[in-house]
């Protein structure tokens, strides 16, 4: 099979920067995400303290070295500070598929404008610049806000996957697994714009 060869970029909109992850974001990373309702689908808080988020975030930091994936941490560009953060993982060449996942926003910026935008600039990456024919988004089975949250811009629900991920602590999870797919990609672009006050939110920095 092909190897992933996933180049860190920055994507942003007017309001929005998605900017590769670095260890230089560490306290911000921390800040953002250290809430109990983040991580309540989750089986431990992995931005708690640095030395909880420090090994995470080296291993993603490794892995956009080796091409495997671009780790991002979200950045509000009015305030300039980190309010989340969100992966382009998984990639599959030989199949043209790759998911998007490991998201978190600060309780603040939930229900804003952060989840469409981020959305609108991965996916466009993925579909655009990186020709992929189809792009999971998967989230706890349990996780309804999310769930909404990802049918609500376009993504299909195709089922519940059993016991498909475990975690350190050896439990497992359900997964709600959705995709888009290339050819959904125009509507759903559409809708993304759509949501914006004017489409000017939407200018961006090409990648």
Known sequence: ???????????????????????????????????????????????????????WMKEAIDEMSQGLQIAF???????????????LFRCNTKDKSIEIGHTFITPDFQRSYVNSHAKYLMLKHAFEHLKMARVEICTHEDNQQSRQAIA???????????KHRRAPNGDYRNTALFSIIDDEWPHVKQYLLSTAKNQEEFSHVPC
């Open 73 to 87: 941490v979200t950045i509000d560009k009015k305030s300039n500070t980190i309010i989340g953060s969100t992966r």
């Open 152 to 162: 609500r811009i376009g993504g299909h629900f195709e089922g519940i996957l059993r």
């Open 1 to 55: 099979m092909l190897q992933p060869t996933l180049s860190p970029t920055t994507l942003e909109t007017s309001l929005l920067k998605l900017e590769p992850m670095t260890l230089q974001h560490l306290a911000g990373f921390c800040s953002a995400g250290n809430h109990p309702q983040v991580w309540q689908h989750m089986p431990i808080n992995r931005c708690q303290s640095s030395e909880v988020a420090t090994p």
